[in-house]
């Protein structure tokens, strides 16, 4: 039997705290609210509240010798991760885990056109919800580095899946823009990405990056397109680039100004991943099947 602690447990979090707790591991993980407490608790999960936006809402995590999957994302604003300050101040020589296997981002890389990014690729994050994640990235691996933990970084892209889709914004008339100027992205099933997590957890050795993707480069336009296909939804009204700037919402808009081919040969080979959902068409296919 082995502890595990889940820093962050939102839909993946508490799909991996079920497959742990179904092998007899014992999990405990941190809810943002009291009301979230029941879930995982009624799933054999040991809650713990805690507010990381704030130091003193923090209280004591136990993680010596634990095995500890990172899954909360930074505050919203600032070029720092503050919660991962807040949680870098619970670590030291008597509280420091076996492990942390942390969920980044591939928006690290920022805009690389139609270059392959591998792991290998220079970090370059040029918005601010980049800028986070390399500072919580550098953040453990100040930690590790001084603690002497192993540290795995996943470099995920955009994650999709049951309960997951972007029906309501299709309901809404959400837009997008031209299919043939839309840029490159990528993404996975959230279900691989849970596999993923697991075995990075069981097989990554310290100091490892992942990219986290399912190999199907598209654009974030065929992407709403075919949601609305499989689900029977208008088919969203396409903009070029000067009107999507008028009527788009600002954070929607700064997605669609980088573009990204993820390579994910380093993951598939280096923790032995065979895919669920391969293509966009499996992984939409099965979300009308999974709870």
């Known amino acids: 039997m082995n ?11 508490f799909r991996i705290a079920r497959e742990l707790i179904s092998q007899g591991d014992q999990v405990q993980a941190t809810v943002h609210f009291e009301e979230g407490v029941n879930i995982p608790q009624s799933a054999g999960v040991k809650p713990i509240v805690a507010n990381f936006d ?21 505050q919203g604003g600032g070029s720092s991760d503050y919660r991962m300050i807040n949680f870098c101040r619970q670590l030291a020589p008597g509280n420091c885990p076996e492990k942390i296997v942390y969920i980044s981002t591939s928006g690290v890389y920022g805009d690389c056109g139609d270059e392959l990014v591998t792991e290998s690729t220079a970090v370059n994050p040029q918005t601010t919800r980049a800028k986070r994640r390399i500072s919580a990235e550098k953040q453990l691996q100040e930690q590790a580095d001084k603690l002497g933990f192993k540290l795995v970084i996943l470099r995920v892209t955009g994650i999709y899946g049951p309960g997951r889709l972007p029906i309501a914004q299709l309901t809404k008339g959400h837009e997008v823009l031209k299919v043939d100027a839309a840029p490159r992205t990528n993404r996975i099933h959230s279900l691989d990405l849970v596999q993923v997590c697991l075995a990075a957890m069981d097989r990554a050795g310290h100091g490892d990056i ?15 397109i075919a949601v609305a296909k499989m689900y029977d939804l208008p088919q969203p009204n396409q903009l070029e680039w000067p009107e999507a700037e008028k009527v788009m919402n600002p954070l929607t808009f700064s997605f669609l100004k980088e573009s990204r081919r ?30």
């Open 54 to 74: 704030y130091q003193d809402e923090v209280p004591d995590l136990p993680l010596q010798g634990e095995k500890v999957f990172y899954l909360m994302p930074p």
């Open 3 to 13: 502890n595990y602690t889940i820093v962050g447990c939102g839909d993946i979090g």
């Open 262 to 291: 993820m390579s994910n040969r380093k993951m598939l080979e280096g923790l032995g991943i065979g895919l669920l959902y391969p293509t966009l068409k499996d992984g939409l296919l099965a979300c009308r099947k999974i709870s």
């Open 210 to 224: 992942f990219n986290v993707c399912d190999g199907e480069q598209s654009s974030m336009s065929e992407y709403f």
